[in-house]
């Protein structure tokens, strides 16, 4: 996001991914770079945005859990999901971390895509939305008319906030949304250029800080309680001709995700490395999830809130989106 969106990976476990890296062949095709131990392609491309959600991806690099895996991993910041996903599509990345949403939504553009890792999900007050200090917008029911910021249209941002809306009688006809960066929406409310706003980390707590903005509501509740938010998604053809590099990648990043997963201050040291996070605000801001399984149930939930809201005209099966031994 972030998207945040909204929205910002893990593995079924070791028995499933070395079920996985079981069952490939090897690919010599140009621009691959065989490794030790038969993997199809040793040095690969990440795309991540400088986001909570990518922690575990830069701790597998830090403490070597790509290299025990005979693979070399480089990491490539990107601004935001969109544009990662059109450099895995367009080939100058061979995986990128992404939001769910958008992952759905260029599938259903007809892009073919796998999800290999599960990265970030949403808990209590990872998502809120915000209003200026003294507002007198007092319930989501009094957004009617008003004009609410987001980071990207059409996306997790306003796909949670609908839900929202909709618990209070309203719609996202109601309102009108705005498309900012995070960064800028403190000042956009203070401005009175937004009536409220739907923020993340590190954002929500430099808001408070910063202009007293206040919390409205949070909108990772009701239908998005524990909402998957972001992922490390491939193109359906690198994962068809790379499937042990796959594995080896998937068993390296689920060590990762397990320390993220079960110690704070795993995560906390290696925010500020890789964000604009400091190591104080990296000890008190509200951090999500990081999933220690790829679930398709889970998975779904984004896939059926997105076709009740409009924002798909027909199905996905999140299931059919998983290599072959990944679930979990």
């Known amino acids: 996001m972030r998207f945040r969106l909204a929205s ?5 476990g070791v028995a499933a991914a070395l079920a996985l890296s079981a069952c490939g062949g090897s690919d010599t095709s140009a621009g691959t770079t065989a490794g030790a131990g038969g993997l199809e392609k040793a040095q690969i491309k990440i795309g991540a945005l400088p986001i909570p959600d990518s922690a575990a991806l830069y701790i597998a690099n830090k403490r070597g859990f790509f290299k025990e895996e005979g693979l070399t991993v480089t990491i490539e910041p990107v ?4 544009q990662a996903q059109q450099s895995l599509i367009g080939g100058s990345l061979d995986a990128t971390q992404t939001n769910y949403v958008s992952s759905f939504l260029a599938i259903a553009a007809g892009h073919k895509m796998k999800i290999i890792a599960d990265l970030y999900q949403a808990a209590p007050n990872t998502f809120n939305l915000m209003v200026p200090k003294d507002s007198s917008i007092k319930s989501p029911a009094d957004l009617k008319g008003k004009k609410i910021a987001v980071n990207s249209k059409k996306n997790i941002g306003t796909l949670s906030v609908g839900s929202v809306l909709k618990t209070h009688g309203l ?3 109601d309102v009108e949304f705005l498309e900012f960066p995070f960064p800028e929406m403190s000042n956009k409310l203070k401005e009175g250029l937004v009536d409220a706003a739907w923020m993340t980390e590190p954002h929500l707590t430099a808001a408070q800080k910063n202009v007293g903005a206040q919390k409205l509501a949070d909108t990772m509740v009701d239908s998005t309680a524990d909402f998957p938010i972001a992922g490390v998604v491939v193109m359906e053809d690198f994962a068809s001709k790379n499937p042990k590099t796959v594995a080896a990648f998937q068993r390296a990043l689920a060590k990762a995700q397990n320390i ?3 110690d704070r201050k795993a ?14 605000t990296a000890a008190v801001i509200t951090l999500g999830n990081y999933p220690t399984s790829l679930n398709e149930t889970r998975l779904q939930r984004v896939a059926d809130l997105m076709e009740e809201a409009g924002y798909l005209t ?12 990944s679930q979990g």
């Open 260 to 262: 993220a997963a079960s």
């Open 314 to 325: 027909s199905p996905i099966d999140a299931k059919s989106l998983l290599p072959a031994g």
């Open 8 to 12: 910002r990976a893990v593995i079924a």
């Open 171 to 173: 719609t996202e006809a």
């Open 267 to 280: 995560v906390e040291e290696i925010l500020p490395t890789f964000t604009k996070i400091d190591a104080a």
């Open 79 to 82: 601004a935001g999901g969109a």
